[in-house]
């Protein structure tokens, strides 16, 4: 029997606006600082965009993300390598992407307009912290498929593949709608990191994007996924490691995003899979059912060292594979370089240039061809942006992109979009 529940959204996004002003507003006119058990992490993201040639229709749009996230650390409180993170998402505005036309998504933000508990888990280590279980709603690309050196840009593919994005009747768990998962983590060995996940199949309800919903049911199966990662530790890091268990190079850390290992190469290989068979997409042989599985290898590494701990150049590539038979892209090959502070004076710049060609599979090409309508089989687009950290707080960002046979469509013209994202962090204490 299917069991639902809806989060009560509102009252939990008033409540931890409220905490986090609260306590925002107190270590100023107190003079005294949040409790050391929390950590509060709120962000303004602002998107402009115009569509100046090609695409299905030359435009502009705008849109904004707005999140908090809040993380209490057991260990102050007596909870032994225990925390607990919570995470409300706010989004609003138009995706660039009606105007493009693509496949791939030209901005990582664009999603429904609504409030809702994008992440919501507990977690605890072990091994003297270099094990770790965690439980709630789950973000699955902030440990799985990342390549750190590709957080600058704006196109989705750059986040998480999007053999691997497209999967599902709701798309994995990942950004803008999460989905309750069982994360595990190890570090067997120097250098070596281990992770697997169980997850609902079916992330929120597919029927409404709005808000948070937790719905289970047998029928929705589970996706299944799991990675291994090696690190060579940034120059240094291996000396930072003997100071202690809570400053070890490859410390698991609460917020998997937040707390990857200092290192200056990452390779790794993931797969993922779903329980649940889903609609083919081969309508020369007729409806059918098939099984959605996939895997993606994946590298980064620092090929400039400048002085500074994060700074030089970074060179990444990243190459996906998903079953055609119940997925549109088949195939999906990525890389770039993108230069952490390139100007002495600017060490927090960052600056980019990356591609990424995503490839229909032989059964949807079939299927189209069935339909008579005529479709090309890759799509690709180039990205080049830079950072500017204009204030501590404030980050003004450039960005422009091509993109070549948009939703592999023969009668759409390669795009233009140029655009400006403003990024607003101010820094609680």
């Not at 639902?4 to 905490?19: D, E, K, N």
């Not at 993201?45 to 996230?69: C, F, K, P």
């Not at 609504?114 to 507990?122: A, G, H, N, P, R």
């Not at 950072?387 to 795009?415: I, K």
């Amino acid at each position: 029997m299917p069991i639902r529940g809806r989060l009560p959204v509102r009252a939990a996004l008033a409540l931890v606006l409220t905490a986090g002003a609260a306590l925002a507003a107190s270590g100023p006119v107190a003079g005294q600082s949040i409790p050391s058990f929390l950590e509060l992490t709120p962000a303004l993201v602002g998107d402009v965009t115009r569509v100046d040639r090609g695409g299905a229709a030359l435009g502009d749009d705008a849109l904004y993300d707005v999140n908090l996230q809040i993380q209490l650390d057991g260990d102050t409180l007596g909870w032994r390598g225990g925390y607990v993170f919570l995470y409300v998402l706010g989004n609003g505005g138009t995706d660039p992407s009606r105007h493009v036309g693509d496949f791939q998504g030209v901005d990582n933000i664009a999603a429904p307009r609504t409030w809702k508990v994008f992440e919501l888990w507990v977690e605890q280590h072990f091994r003297d912290d270099r094990a770790s279980a965690l439980l709630g709603l789950y973000d699955l690309n902030s440990e799985f498929d990342v390549i750190a050196s590709e957080d600058v840009f704006l196109n989705s593919s750059f986040g998480i593949g999007p053999d691997f994005s497209q999967s599902g009747v709701n798309g994995p768990s990942i950004f803008p709608t999460t989905s309750l998962a069982l994360r595990l983590m190890d570090a067997p060995l120097p250098r070596w990191r281990v992770e697997a996940a169980v997850l609902d199949g079916v992330p929120g309800d597919p029927r409404d994007p709005y808000g948070t919903h937790v719905e289970l049911s047998a029928s929705d199966g589970l996706l299944l996924a799991g990675e291994i990662a090696y690190f060579v530790p940034a120059r240094g890091a291996e000396d930072v490691a003997r100071q202690g268990a809570r400053d070890r190079q490859f410390h698991v850390g609460a917020i998997g995003r937040e707390q990857q290992p200092a290192y200056d190469t990452k390779i790794a290989i993931g797969g993922w899979g779903y329980t649940r068979r889903l609609p083919t997409v081969d309508a020369g042989r007729g409806p059918g059912y098939g099984h959605s599985y996939g895997g993606y290898l994946l590298g980064e590494a620092r090929v400039v060292h400048q002085e500074g701990d994060a700074r030089g150049v970074w060179a990444f590539g990243r190459v996906g594979l998903a079953s055609d038979r119940v997925n549109q892209v088949g195939e999906y090959v990525g890389g770039g370089l993108s230069w952490r502070g390139p100007w002495s004076a600017r060490a927090d710049d960052v600056a980019g240039i990356a591609f990424g060609a995503a490839r229909d599979g032989a059964p949807y090409l079939d299927a189209r061809s069935v339909a008579g309508a005529p479709t090309d089989r890759w799509e690709f687009v180039i990205e080049a942006t830079y950072c500017f950290q204009a204030l501590g707080w404030l980050a003004a960002q450039p960005d422009v992109q091509y993109v070549v046979h948009p939703d592999m469509d023969p009668t759409l013209r390669s795009a233009l979009l140029v655009g400006l994202r403003l990024t607003i962090e101010p820094t609680v204490r």
